[in-house]
């Protein structure tokens, strides 16, 4: 029960990262570099909140990709620090609390946390690769359509890692 509870809250807290990165714009406009790189850094924001989360609960599989995908999300940032920087961009980062049931202190723990993990990455995968799929389509940066298109790749393939783990448990 408790498992389910966090993928709702996860659904929940992905549709509030959606509207704050502009991937669901009103007018159906192409995101802006501003909109991804905003997006982008509430991703990363992600991925260390699951690092923070499997220091309480994790075990050593957990651990070790939540370890790796923050390191990912470190050299990721720095390419968009100078992106941001060569643009002049200020992004808008706001607080997303689609972690935020992963770091909550309950009972889930073992098993039950593993899959919670691996399910709340699966929608901001989604999320972020949707982002930059409609970014490609009428970017306004060239450098960073470059970098868009580097990272929908290596995305796209963490995002099937997570769905075939969550089929293995």
Request: glycine letters at 6%.
């Amino acid at each position: 029960m408790r498992v389910l509870v966090a993928i709702i809250l996860v659904f929940i807290g992905s549709a509030a990262l959606a509207d704050s990165t502009g991937e669901q714009r009103p007018d159906n406009r192409a995101p802006t570099a501003i909109d991804v790189i905003s997006g982008l850094y509430a991703f990363s924001r992600f991925q260390h909140g699951l690092l923070e989360s499997t220091d309480l609960k994790g075990n050593a599989e957990v651990k070790n990709l939540a370890v790796l995908r923050a390191e990912e999300a470190a050299k990721r940032d720095k390419t968009l620090k100078d992106i941001q920087e060569a643009i002049g961009a200020e992004p808008r980062i706001g607080k997303t609390a689609a972690s935020a049931g992963l770091a909550e202190p309950d009972s889930s723990d073992g098993p039950a946390y593993v899959r919670t993990f691996y399910a709340a990455q699966i929608p901001e995968y989604q999320s972020t690769i949707a982002l930059l799929e409609r970014y490609l389509k009428a970017p306004d940066n060239a450098a960073l359509a470059v970098f868009a298109r580097g990272q929908l790749p290596l995305l796209r393939s963490q995002i099937k890692d997570a769905e075939r783990t969550m089929a293995d448990k």
